[in-house]
């Protein structure tokens, strides 16, 4: 069966500071790989989502960048990090095979920005 | 533009019956999905609709009209654990996922 991770769980960060966010994914190959960030009372919004190794697209102009280096890994990094980051980051992957594309969510990161 | 709406936030009744609506105008349509989320948790998937009709799955319940852009979930026989958020969720015609920001579901004793 297949698995997503992701950590760190929770992040405190200071304001300036970098940041990278890891997911892995198990149990499946070639995978599209997503980022969403969740604002507190909000929709997700998709930041980034990526079809294959090396191949990333980009939602929203923003201060965070995504990388994906393996099939099944997909790094969420920022140089700089602004008050604004603050929220609930999701990794998700979703099969295209069957009869719909449902996703897949990791367990989240919940990142905090001082 | 493309747009999801549904109510912010609702309140039932353990044992009661709730339905939560959501109606979308999006760039093509194809297939509408309803996610429960619990505070500080990742969404986890309940249904998923792409032609017009109900559709059943123990307590919780889907309707699609796409003539109308409008879906409901149905909650049946209401408890505790069913408090979350439920999100609809549309997938456009370039098969990307448009969420609507969540209907939060209060349910009280």
């Known amino acids: 069966s297949q698995t997503i991770h992701q950590w760190p769980a929770t992040l405190v960060q200071p304001v300036g500071s970098p940041l990278s966010l890891e997911c892995t994914v198990e149990g499946t190959s070639n995978p599209n790989l997503y980022w969403y960030r969740q604002a507190a009372g909000r929709g997700l919004q998709l930041l980034f989502y990526?079809?294959?190794?090396?191949?990333i697209s980009s939602e929203v102009p923003q201060n965070l960048s995504a990388s994906r280096p393996q099939d099944r890994q997909f790094i969420l990094s920022s140089k700089k990090l602004l008050l604004s980051d603050s929220g609930f980051y999701l990794c998700?992957?979703?099969?295209?095979?069957?009869?719909?594309?449902?996703?897949?969510f990791g367990p989240g990161t919940r990142l905090t920005v001082l | 533009g493309q747009n999801i709406d549904q109510p912010t936030e609702m309140t039932a009744t353990e044992g009661a019956i709730v339905q939560i609506n959501c109606t979308y105008q999006t760039s093509g349509f194809n297939g509408l999905f309803w996610y429960q989320q619990h505070a500080g948790e990742a969404p986890t998937f309940l249904s998923y609709n792409v032609l017009d009709g109900l559709e059943e799955k123990g307590r919780f319940s889907s309707f699609l009209s796409r003539s109308k852009g409008y879906s409901y979930l149905l909650l049946k026989e209401l408890q505790m654990k069913d408090s979350a958020s439920y999100l609809c969720?549309?997938?456009?015609?370039?098969?990307?996922?448009?969420w609507g920001a969540g209907t939060k579901l209060i349910i009280k004793p």
């Open positions: 969720v549309v997938m456009d015609s370039n098969y990307q996922l448009i």
């Open positions: 998700a992957w979703r099969e295209l095979a069957g009869d719909y594309n449902e996703q897949f």
């Open positions: 990526s079809v294959g190794i090396g191949q």
